[in-house]
């Protein structure tokens, strides 16, 4: 007699991890936790303009957070590691996406398609190689010091000075910035229609919200090494 075998179902987390709505969704999360992130940054960034001892005291700081629970830098360490697998996530997303879109060209060419949304994808896909070139660039160069042999270990105030005197490493951070800054305008309005607050009213609103944030963020980022390069900041 013969018995029946029953066929395993795969999990919902792995059904949703293979869909495109899924990866859509990860690449959504992910990319809001980022943009926090940014934010928080360059605000922190910022601070330069207040002078080297509230600076180097800021920096200082943030490897205090979380005293007494947690032993110095932990902090530091655990938001590097969560900036790591967010970052991870995004781009394999992103890749699989990709891939998935090109096998789909052909009928996509077919039936014709919105010049807006190639140049969008053609910018989110290049923007984001541009950026995560920028990113192994940024911690070999300010976080430890590997790229700027001016800077000095303690010092990040001095380090940044230091950096910006070097008119490679001004054309770099602002290329990289201007790629961030479509990045998230594109970003940001893709991340609305994939969770669905993109609606009749709000539609407009976020276009426009996602243009002022790329653009803030950009020259809130760029404006320290235009500082250096100005004099404005030594």
Request: aromatic residues 10%.
């Given at each position: 007699m013969a018995v029946a075998t029953r066929t395993?179902?795969?999990?919902?987390?792995?059904?949703?991890?293979?869909?495109t709505i899924g990866k859509?969704?990860?690449?959504?999360?992910?990319?809001?936790?980022?943009?926090?992130?940014?934010?928080?940054h360059m605000l922190g960034n910022l601070?330069?303009?207040f002078g080297a001892p509230d600076f180097n005291a800021y920096a200082a700081w943030l490897r205090t957070i979380g005293e007494p629970v947690l032993h110095r830098s932990w902090y530091l360490w655990v938001q590097r590691v969560g900036l790591v697998i967010c970052v991870v996530l995004h781009?394999?997303?992103?890749?699989?996406?990709?891939?998935?879109?090109?096998r789909a060209r052909g009928r996509r060419y077919a039936h014709g398609g919105p010049a807006g949304s190639s140049f969008a994808t053609r910018t989110m896909r290049w923007g984001g190689v541009i950026i995560l070139l920028f990113l192994v660039w940024h911690i070999?160069?300010?976080t430890t010091g590997t790229?700027?042999?001016?800077?000095?270990?303690?010092?990040?105030?001095?380090?940044?000075?230091?950096?910006f005197q070097n008119w490679w490493a001004n054309v770099i951070y602002i290329v990289a910035m201007a790629a961030?800054?479509?990045?998230?305008?594109h970003g940001v309005w893709s991340a609305a229609q994939t969770l669905g607050a993109n609606g009749p009213r709000s539609g407009p609103i976020l276009r426009t919200a996602s243009w002022v944030l790329g653009l803030v963020?950009?020259?809130?980022?760029?404006?320290?090494?235009?500082?250096?390069?100005?004099?404005?900041?030594?």
């Amino acid at each position: 007699m013969a018995v029946a075998t029953r066929t395993a179902r795969p999990s919902t987390t792995r059904t949703l991890w293979s869909s495109t709505i899924g990866k859509k969704a990860v690449m959504a999360v992910t990319g809001v936790i980022m943009l926090l992130f940014l934010i928080v940054h360059m605000l922190g960034n910022l601070k330069i303009f207040f002078g080297a001892p509230d600076f180097n005291a800021y920096a200082a700081w943030l490897r205090t957070i979380g005293e007494p629970v947690l032993h110095r830098s932990w902090y530091l360490w655990v938001q590097r590691v969560g900036l790591v697998i967010c970052v991870v996530l995004h781009a394999v997303c992103a890749y699989q996406l990709a891939r998935r879109d090109l096998r789909a060209r052909g009928r996509r060419y077919a039936h014709g398609g919105p010049a807006g949304s190639s140049f969008a994808t053609r910018t989110m896909r290049w923007g984001g190689v541009i950026i995560l070139l920028f990113l192994v660039w940024h911690i070999l160069d300010l976080t430890t010091g590997t790229l700027n042999p001016l800077g000095e270990a303690g010092h990040p105030y001095q380090n940044i000075v230091a950096d910006f005197q070097n008119w490679w490493a001004n054309v770099i951070y602002i290329v990289a910035m201007a790629a961030l800054g479509l990045h998230i305008r594109h970003g940001v309005w893709s991340a609305a229609q994939t969770l669905g607050a993109n609606g009749p009213r709000s539609g407009p609103i976020l276009r426009t919200a996602s243009w002022v944030l790329g653009l803030v963020l950009f020259a809130g980022f760029v404006t320290v090494p235009v500082a250096v390069m100005t004099g404005a900041v030594h």
